[in-house]
């Protein structure tokens, strides 16, 4: 049957139609797709971002602790190095008050000196002693008032006592040795008594310090 004018015209405004509604599912397809991809771009640099940040969080913490870590360090060398200065100044006055005490030193020479003749009854050597000239004053009267004049003539034979030390303290000299009792000695004796102890306990300080934290 002959198609007319009206059919014809309808069917291409039909065709018309569907071929606009294709094209426009079409452009909403491809819409889609870009903005998909837009979606997935955007979240991958958004993670990316994320990760960076993170990376940089975490970067700038390690820094941190290294750097609490190295000052907790330095800070427990200074207090070490501190407490060894304040303890080896407690000890030389503590010593040098001992040392510049004439009743005390006396005492000690004296032990010194009663042991040496005993042990020594022939006198072949004589025990040279020195202390500072100011002290050597003092021990010559010392021993006049404690012991007597009668002792202190019976040993003076085996005594050389002289006043040229520089420190506080004596040394003494027998058969060609000499023995130190000055301040700077005793004190190095007692810091080597004493430093194992607070070396202890400052290393357990450090160690702590040095502890991961949770």
């Known amino acids: 049957m002959a198609e007319t004018i009206e059919s014809f015209v309808a069917k291409l405004q039909a065709e018309g139609i569907e071929a606009g509604r294709q094209q426009a599912d079409q452009l909403r397809r491809e819409a889609e797709k870009q903005a998909e991809e837009l979606l ?34 330095d800070a427990m060398l200074k207090l070490k190095e501190a407490l060894s ?18 009743d005390f030193l006396g005492k000690l020479l004296h032990e010194i000196v009663m042991t040496y003749v005993k042990a020594d009854l022939q006198q072949r050597e004589v025990l040279k002693i020195n202390v500072p000239s100011e002290m050597r004053e003092k021990l010559i009267s010392w021993a ?20 040229t030390l520089a420190d506080a303290g004596f040394e003494y000299t027998v058969a ?19 430093g194992p102890g607070l070396r202890e306990v400052l290393g357990r300080a450090a160690d702590e310090q040095a502890e991961p934290k949770e």
């Open 40 to 73: 997935r771009q955007a979240q991958q640099q958004a993670d990316k971002i994320a990760a960076d940040a993170k990376a940089e969080a975490d970067d700038t913490l390690a820094r941190a602790r290294t750097e609490l870590e190295l000052a907790a360090r």
């Open 85 to 102: 200065r304040a303890l080896g100044a407690l000890l030389s006055q503590r010593v040098r008050q001992k040392l510049e005490d004439d």
């Open 144 to 163: 006049l008032k404690e012991i007597g004049e009668e002792n202190v003539e019976k040993v003076r034979p085996a005594i050389d006592l002289k006043g």
């Open 176 to 194: 060609g040795s000499t023995v130190e009792v000055t301040r700077e000695s005793v004190v190095e004796v007692l810091a080597e008594l004493v």
